[in-house]
């Protein structure tokens, strides 16, 4: 390409700001898991410094899992997570077909119907969806949280699913008819398998609001024993304030499966944000 | 598949066997919407209309709407939410895009080394949950860590620290920088794709007109990318007017110092729910709610309607 070559004090420049900025994004995630697991005169004596042999304590996660019940908390949150998320792509998927594939009135008004959501925030509702579910007996239980999160879900991934389903050949299709398989068998067998990627970016994206959704776990499941990661770690901060080991240490537990997963999929992620952009 | 279709069986060319696998593929997810999302949205604008009195939902048309707005109390406590939501929203728009866009231009300058790390760990702190972002900031900005203080002195402004979250004149300015520091990665994932998407035949086409560098980026890309950056606006308006988990982490349903991080969400939560001594009040948690509605939904057909009709897309 005839494209006039970067200087290297220029290109040096963009790596020293670039740079800067990096830290500026990951130096308050370190320096909380650095100081997590330190003394408590090491933490407010040398913030800055790594732990050492001297400085190294685990009397912050001690008091964690010994006070907070943590792991039942990630229980919930990847229980409420996981069975969403399948709902959402299940059903997402389900109406994303019908409505990429088969022409048939009100096609369009169903189309605009269910995209609603993608700009109306569903909190707005959560007066009425609070008395629904006092009224169903569902406040404090998992399903009540599950329902609300498969809703939130569903217009973004019904949205960009029915995309990428018009991308799917017809002549497949037909030629699975010819051999006289069901829509159903389809939609499950051919079409599903062919859209796996795009529900991979789906999937990662209806994950992060719900894994740190606060609103509706403190408004319908506050109960000690349907609370989430994140209103458990928001609850025990709360009462720990003045104990620093133990508040570090449940932000970095609470830091830590984002961390992970983050980790394995970022890729994926950042491939559905910038859709097949990256060269 | 209208009725007369099935009232003349003679006719085998216009009938067709009614397609139940289009209503089965549908259902789910049109119910579980219908029922969890927009009847509820419905309900809660139709209870903003009625009132508790004597133990019985009443029928009081605006009444709800004119103590909002006429209360003094309530109308204190709503323009006050109002403001800061603004400034809220303000804040965002002239740090975070801003940042955003030159992110983004520097990433995308063709064989820079590392673009992947950097992409990478500038988009983490937007997978964070709030509680543990705004616990962390309020640990590093708290005088008693001394972790704020002593970076200032780094760089030989240590008298110009101040505990920011405590005081009201600068509370509401660090919450927002707060969640500019971690919402900066949408913008800059969006425009980064604008901008990869700029076909190269444009770029050699404008360095031949001897456009480069600065007067390229203003002049080429930038009209270019304004569509993504539209987009951007509208998703950080929808995000900041029903906000809510920053400021209840950071400073609590009170939203203090004096209400002065106070916005609507947590005006709602406050109203509905009720804190301390102050009972929930379903009504008027509608009513918020309502104008929250009307707001997001004024800001959304403003971008839909005026702004995206008007904006020049370009083929290639």
Known sequence: MAKATQSPIRSGFVHLALIAYTLIALFPVFLTIINSFKAKNAIFREPMAVPTPSTFSLVGYETVLKQGDFLLYFQNSFVVTVVSIFFVLLFGAMAAFALSEYRFRGNTAMGLYLAIGIMIPIRLGTVAILQGMVAANLVNTLTALILVYTAQGLPLAIFILSEFMRTVSDDLKNAGRIDGLSEYAIFFRLVLPLVRPAMATVAVFTMIPIWNDLWFPLILAPGESTKTVTLGSQMFIGQFVTNWNAVLAALSLAIFPVLVLYVIFSRQLIRGITAGAVK | ?316
């Open chain 2, 1 to 316: 598949m209208s009725a007369t279709d099935h009232s003349d069986p003679d006719l085998p060319t216009i009938k067709r066997p009614f397609r139940w696998h289009i209503v089965v593929f549908l259902a789910p997810a049109v119910i579980v919407y219908s029922a969890i999302m927009i009847l509820p949205l419905i309900e809660t604008l139709r209870l903003s209309l009625f009132n508790t009195v004597e133990g019985q939902s009443v029928f009081v048309g605006l009444g709800n709407f004119s103590t909002l707005f006429g209360d003094d109390r309530w109308a204190a406590s709503f323009w006050n939410a109002l403001k800061n939501n603004l400034i809220f929203f303000a804040i965002h728009m002239v740090v975070q895009n801003p940042i955003g866009v030159a992110l983004a231009a520097m990433l995308s300058i063709p064989k820079l080394r590392f673009v992947s790390f950097y992409r990478t760990a500038i988009f983490l702190p937007t997978l964070l949950s709030f509680v543990i972002v705004g616990f962390i900031w309020k640990l590093i900005l708290s005088p008693l860590w001394g972790v704020a203080p002593w970076m200032m002195d780094l760089v030989g402004l240590k008298a110009l620290f101040s505990p920011w979250l405590g005081k009201p004149g600068s509370a509401l300015i660090a919450v927002s920088l707060i969640s500019v520091w971690q919402y900066v990665g949408i913008p800059m994932m969006l425009i980064y794709a604008a901008l990869l998407n700029i076909p190269d035949e444009v770029i050699e086409a404008a360095e031949c007109d001897g456009i480069t560098g600065w007067s390229q980026f203003w002049k080429i890309k930038l009209p270019l990318i304004l569509p993504a950056i539209g987009i951007i606006s509208i998703l950080t308006f929808v995000g900041n007017f029903n906000a809510f988990d920053l400021i209840y982490t950071v400073q609590g349903a009170l939203a203090g110092p004096d209400g002065s991080t106070d916005i609507l969400g947590t005006l709602l939560y406050r109203t509905f729910f009720g804190f301390q001594l102050q009972l929930g009040d379903r009504s008027m948690g509608a009513t918020i709610a309502t104008v929250m509605f009307l707001i997001i939904l004024a800001g959304v057909s403003f971008y839909l309607f005026i702004i995206q009709r008007r904006m020049r897309r370009y083929q290639f």
